[in-house]
């Protein structure tokens, strides 16, 4: 298993660029989290997504879209960059969808500069 | 414990002693709490978790330690290694639905030869 995997590792873009960021995972997990990573602070939950066919909104969800495309997939999209959305992000998932109290199994993150 | 802000508090002790790092959580209805340990240029790693009904926990070298009356949440790990310098995440589930965790600052532990 390769768990929860994420591409790119790296991203440099302009202002007012788009990109996604793409997550994967191999373990049959019902829910999937984007979060974002600033230097220094704790992770922060951007959107979420608790089963295949469901989003909602987390803490920081301004600029920012999602697409469950899959049972095993969950993108992040960005429509145009901002030099405040530079941060590192990672995706991770869970087991069980409502009610859980399951452990939260992360990506290695991708670093995203926006200049 | 940790607050909000921009400097990340630390923690250094002497390989082979004991360390505690503790964490302030914020909602009293929270039911479930995670400690994650995060290497450099990594994504946060799992190291032991304790639900609302329990006050203590104990994993390979970890105990977590929750006092809910005043809302605190404690990783101690005893005698440290090298491998676990690090910064640790206290999280807490503030969801009665899907579960949203909400991360604390983090702690830099540093461990001396």
């Known amino acids: 298993n390769a768990g929860v995997t994420q591409t790119p590792k790296f991203q440099v873009l302009k202002t007012g660029q788009s990109m996604t960021l793409q997550c994967a995972q191999d373990?049959?997990?019902?829910?999937m989290y984007w979060y974002r990573q600033d230097p220094g602070m704790g992770l922060r939950l951007i959107y979420y997504s608790a089963s295949e066919g469901t989003t909602d909104k987390g803490e920081v969800p301004n600029g920012y879209n999602v697409s469950r495309l899959n049972k095993r997939e969950f993108s992040l999209r960005l429509e145009s960059a901002a030099p405040s959305q530079t941060s590192v992000y990672f995706c991770a998932s869970t087991r069980v969808g409502q009610g859980s109290q399951e452990t939260q199994y992360f990506g290695p993150g991708t670093r995203l500069l926006v200049l | 414990g940790e607050s909000v802000g921009l400097h990340l508090p630390t923690l250094s002790v002497q390989e082979g002693d004991n360390s505690i790092i503790n964490c302030a959580y914020s909602n009293s209805a929270s039911d479930y709490f995670i400690w994650y340990k995060q290497e450099s240029g990594k994504g946060p790693q799992f190291i032991i978790d304790i639900r609302s009904n329990m006050d203590k926990r104990q994993g390979q070298r970890v105990t977590v330690l929750l006092n809910k009356t005043v809302k605190h949440l404690s990783l101690q790990i005893a005698a440290t290694q090298p491998g676990d310098s690090a910064v640790y995440f206290c999280?807490?589930?503030?969801?009665?639905?899907?579960?949203?965790?909400?991360f604390g600052q983090g702690t830099r532990l540093t461990i001396n030869p």
């Open positions: 373990m049959n997990h019902n829910s």
């Open positions: 999280a807490e589930n503030m969801s009665q639905g899907a579960q949203k965790l909400v």
